[in-house]
Nanobody
């Protein structure tokens, strides 16, 4: 599956931003979809994931401020980020992992995901 992320840009602290990731070349509904981010000089970190059955995982850094959703008809996963902070500045990557519908394991590591998009830059100014 190929992934194309978009929606990044320049925002001010307190603003909201919605990222989108469109998939092609695979059966989108069969994948766990996730967002990771990598800030300058830091390791890539887990942001959020949404499973085939709608189960959502959120990273500690965005818990309470962000939501992840998916539209299987549009083959798109969204990351809605609210109350943005300067520390949210990073390149945001979407990722996909093929799973069964009843999957219950937690997938929050980079190595869990086989497919990656190219990333979209989010810059938050104070």
């Amino acid at each position: 599956v190929q992934l194309q992320a978009s929606g990044g840009g320049l925002a001010q602290a307190g603003d909201s931003l919605r990222l989108a990731c469109v998939a092609s070349g695979g059966t989108f509904s069969r994948y766990v979809m996730a967002w990771f981010r990598q800030a300058p000089g830091k390791e890539r970190e887990f942001v959020a994931a949404i499973y085939r059955n709608g189960r959502v995982l959120l990273g500690d850094s965005v818990e309470g401020r962000s939501t992840i959703s998916r539209d299987n008809d549009k083959k798109t996963v969204y990351l809605q980020m609210n109350s943005l902070k300067p520390e949210d500045t990073a390149v945001y990557y979407c990722a996909a992992k093929h799973t069964i519908l009843s999957e219950s394991r937690v997938f929050t590591l980079q190595d869990d995901y086989a497919y990656w998009g190219q990333g979209t830059l989010v810059t938050v100014s104070s």
